[in-house]
């Protein structure tokens, strides 16, 4: 029911963004997953009812990155993979 129905959007907490980076774990190196850690680290420990990263913030993340490619250390590819273990913690 929208605004009104009481309904949490889904977030991704930061118990399950280690999930996420232990998937990611020797699927990206040091460097690459450090850059993800980066990207959603303000939206991840936001303080009461917006702490974690909503599909929106998430959307959002992955436009920037795919619009910025020169500004990260992050392969269309390793996008992907991101995309991917994201959606498994983010589908209603």
Same mark, same amino acid.
């Given at each position: 029911?929208?605004?009104?129905?009481?309904? #949490?959007?889904? +977030?991704?907490?930061?118990? @399950?963004? +280690?999930?996420?980076?232990? %998937?990611?774990?020797?699927? !990206? /190196? #040091?460097?690459?997953?450090?850059?993800?850690? #980066?990207?959603? +680290? &303000? /939206? *991840?420990?936001?303080?009461?009812? @917006?702490?974690?990263? $909503?599909?929106?913030?998430? =959307?959002? &993340?992955?436009?920037?990155?795919?619009? %910025?490619? $020169?500004?990260?250390? !992050?392969?269309? /590819?390793?996008?992907? *993979?991101?995309?991917?273990?994201?959606?498994?913690?983010?589908? =209603?």
């Amino acid at each position: 029911m929208g605004f009104f129905s009481g309904r #949490k959007s889904k +977030r991704v907490t930061p118990l @399950e963004m +280690r999930s996420i980076m232990s %998937n990611l774990y020797g699927k !990206l /190196d #040091k460097n690459e997953r450090v850059e993800v850690e #980066k990207l959603f +680290r &303000a /939206d *991840l420990f936001e303080f009461g009812k @917006e702490s974690g990263i $909503t599909q929106a913030e998430f =959307d959002s &993340a992955m436009v920037w990155l795919e619009e %910025n490619k $020169t500004k990260h250390v !992050l392969k269309a /590819d390793d996008i992907e *993979l991101i995309k991917k273990y994201f959606a498994e913690h983010l589908a =209603d």
